[in-house]
């Protein structure tokens, strides 16, 4: 099993970055993708869902109209766009994935917000 993160980088305020994570070893399909994040000195918290079949999606209210999830099922691929990134949103992104009782991580990838 593998979730792998790529697309951070270092962005201007206001700016925008494309995270992918790229899964294998299950089945992509069946679970329920998310995406956190850790800053320094802080807990993971939640970013954002999408479902298995449905692909609803859900957002924690510090990135709803800034931050979209979506996914790609054929390409076992799930994604974060962020825009008008702002300097609290620097952390490590992790990506997630959930089926009942099975739960994976990705290693992360560091996300920095700074002029």
């Known amino acids: 099993v593998k979730l792998v993160e790529s697309g951070g980088g270092l962005v201007k305020p206001g700016g925008s970055l494309s995270l992918s994570c790229v899964a294998s070893g299950f089945t992509f399909s069946s679970f329920v993708m998310s995406w956190f994040r850790q800053a320094p000195g802080k807990e993971r918290e939640f970013v954002a869902r999408?479902?298995?079949?449905?692909?609803?999606?859900n957002y924690a209210d510090f990135v709803k109209g800034r931050f979209t999830i979506s996914k790609d099922n054929a390409n076992n691929t799930v994604y974060l766009q962020m825009n008008s990134l702002k300097s609290e949103d620097t952390a490590v992104y992790y990506c997630?994935?959930?089926?009942?009782?099975?739960?994976?991580w990705g290693l992360g990838t560091q996300v920095t917000v700074s002029s």
């Open positions: 997630n994935g959930r089926y009942w009782q099975y739960e994976y």
């Open positions: 999408i479902t298995s079949t449905s692909g609803v999606t």
